[in-house]
């Protein structure tokens, strides 16, 4: 169980370490003044329905309850240890899981927990100014229930960097709280990270598609040799399932919406679907294009000796790399990867070791793509002819194979001219921006829904739809 009667609630008896809990005890003041300082805008006095872990087993979200947020209870939350536990694949198959880090890749791990943590106050930086124009109470709820998350992911990480790295890993764990979202001078270290999350629709498509990255850059690092890191991530992935539902289901909301109105006013075109007051199916479509085409750049370049590195040694394993039935060394295997020859695609074999990227990022595709299928029901029952489909693993690339070239989402090599010519078909235009943000304006009315967006089919924990999610005083 966690134990809430400490200052930082925690299942890692911190108060049997004296000298971290006072390191973390440090950290937190300056945690509450990011939060207040980079975090949801004006939601000091706002009380608001959101869960609690109470204990890190399957059924440790019982506690449902109204917080302030700024008195949320982030902590310290590691699934248990497992004794027997051994690394499960790479150079050191068989032996047992580290408890401390091994000398050897100390920098190593130090940046790929960094890179991970930055990633956790930056998205909460990037959706900073949302609240102000949900579309609902139930959405308001469900934004704050993804931050405050997001800020106990940075906790997860920063505890490690205390724990387990010493004075560097509390430079690092202050650095984490210094960079911003877009900063000029110190920005988060992805692109991703710092790009602007105008509107609910952007918000949507990121806890999709960004999120779902999230999900698997745990998922890999939950199979690392390095224990703590692994117990970590574990957590963290039942945390990110809810993300993914937001992002999920709010662009089906919207989907609904646009094709309900489509049918009942025997509507085709996109002007008249937004003389409705509803976004059109093909500004959605360019939103998938670019938010599927940054993300698929948080996973590197398809070919990369660091990850090959990675994974020999042990530090970050494939998607369910347990599960999967071969060698988990993959000394001779092959892979098929894409890149550019002459004015098309082609695919290459190439070792699995260095793949690791592009698989992990093969990976990822399908399941958004299972989620793109189970979107495109919402226009199938309404008779829609419109489907969404994701542009080639090509399109729009500032990292890997595709980054100096120019691909259509069909996957064409075009000059840099014709692609410019033709960008604002593909992705969202300023004019689509401003048009999205033209709609947003705040609903906090129990029960009732901007225009642009469906209700939910259910409210949260068996919680009617008209429940006061957040209470304003
Ligand atoms: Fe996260
Ligand atoms: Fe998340």
Redesign the pocket.
């Known amino acids: 169980m966690i134990d809430y009667s400490q200052t930082i609630p925690n299942n890692v008896d911190l108060a049997g370490d004296r000298t971290l809990q006072r390191a973390l005890e440090k950290w937190q003041p300056a945690f509450l003044n990011w939060w207040n300082d980079a975090g949801p805008a004006d939601t000091a006095r706002l009380e608001v329905y959101l869960r609690t872990a109470i204990s890190v087993d399957k059924d440790g979200w019982a506690n449902f309850s109204y917080v302030r947020m700024p008195e949320y209870r982030w902590g310290i939350f590691l699934v248990p240890r497992e004794e027997t536990r051994s690394i499960s694949f790479g150079d050191h198959r068989g032996e047992p899981a580290w408890q401390e880090v091994p000398g050897d890749y100390r920098s190593t791990l130090r940046r790929i927990i960094v890179t991970q943590g930055d990633t956790?106050p930056a998205?909460v930086e990037q959706q900073r100014l949302l609240g102000m124009t949900a579309p609902s109470l139930y959405d308001l709820r469900n934004l704050f229930q993804?931050n405050v998350?997001?800020g106990r992911?940075l906790w997860a990480m920063v505890y490690l960097l205390h724990r387990y790295f010493g004075r560097d890993g509390r430079e690092e764990a202050e650095a984490l709280l210094a960079r911003r979202a877009g900063a000029q001078d110190n920005p988060r270290i992805l692109t991703a990270f710092n790009e602007e999350t105008r509107h609910w629709l952007a918000f949507f498509m990121f806890?999709f598609f960004?999120?779902r990255d999230?999900?698997f850059q745990l998922a890999s690092l939950a199979e690392s040799a390095f224990d703590p890191l692994a117990r970590t991530c574990r957590f963290?992935l039942t945390?990110?399932a809810?993300?993914?539902f937001v992002g999920e289901s709010g662009v089906a909301r919207i989907v609904e919406r646009t094709c309900e109105l489509m049918r009942d006013h025997q509507l085709s075109d996109p002007a008249e679907v937004r003389a409705l007051g509803a976004i059109d199916l093909e500004t959605i479509q360019k939103f998938v294009n670019f938010h599927y085409s940054v993300t698929l750049d948080l996973y590197g370049s398809e070919v990369s000796s660091n990850a090959a590195t990675y994974f020999t040694t042990g530090l970050k394993g494939r998607f369910e790399e347990s599960k999967l039935n071969d060698d988990h060394r993959l000394a001779g295997d092959s892979y098929p990867v894409q890149e550019v020859e002459g004015d098309r695609i082609v695919t290459r074999q190439v070792p699995a070791l260095t793949a690791i990227n592009a698989r992990l990022r093969d990976d990822y595709i399908r399941e958004i793509q299972a989620g793109l299928d189970r979107w495109n029901r919402v226009p199938q029952q309404t008779g829609v002819a419109f489907r969404f489909t994701l542009p080639h693993i090509g399109f729009q690339r500032r990292i890997g194979n595709f980054a100096q070239h120019h691909i259509s989402p069909q996957g064409e090599v075009m000059t840099e001219a014709a692609w410019n010519a033709r960008k604002y078909e593909w992705i969202p235009s300023p004019e689509d921006n401003a048009f999205i943000e033209s709609l947003m304006g705040r609903v906090i009315e129990p029960g009732k829904f901007a225009g642009w967006i469906a209700p939910p089919v259910r409210g949260i924990k068996g919680k009617p739809i008209d429940f006061e999610y957040v209470r304003f005083n």
């Open positions: 956790e998205s993804v998350e997001e992911h806890a960004t999120d999230g999900k963290m945390e990110e809810h993300h993914l």
